[in-house]
Nanobody, 126 residues
Framework: QVQLVESGGGVVQAGGSLRLSCAASGSIFSTDTMGWYRQAPGKQRELVAASTSGGRLNYADSVKGRFTISRDNAKNTVALQMNSLKPEDTAVYYC????????????????????WGQGTQVTVSS
């Protein structure tokens, strides 16, 4: 079982920076996608950034050029550096691990599995 614990949220003024970190316990495989989602009040959860197994980095258009995702497979961690924050970045940010179907460490996964952290609040004041 995978458990994800986020840290680094808080309150910051517009234009400021925050760094979110996520530590994963349990088995994380290099083929897993690790990423960050966010959910603002009254809105659906949306993808912010993701690091795929092939080393591809995906970003939401709204954060391109401002946010950077980084992943350390040896430490089972993923981080999100957020610069030039805007009030519209205010949301609860969730760490995510997506495991594709396959056979991993003696266990078969017939469907994709999503693991989620508990979320960390980011508030950007204007």
């Amino acid at each position: 079982q995978v458990q994800l614990v986020e840290s680094g949220g808080g309150v910051v003024q517009a234009g400021g920076s925050l760094r979110l970190s996520c530590a994963a316990s349990g088995s994380i495989f290099s083929t897993d996608t690790m990423g960050w989602y966010r959910q603002a009040p009254g809105k659906q959860r949306e993808l912010v950034a993701a690091s795929t197994s092939g080393g591809r980095l995906n970003y939401a258009d709204s954060v391109k050029g401002r946010f950077t995702i980084s992943r350390d497979n040896a430490k089972n961690t993923v981080a999100l550096q957020m610069n030039s924050l805007k009030p519209e970045d205010t949301a609860v940010y969730y760490c995510n691990v997506l495991r594709a179907p396959g056979y991993y460490s003696g266990r078969s996964y017939s469907t994709s599995v999503n693991y989620w952290g508990q979320g960390t609040q980011v508030t950007v004041s204007s």
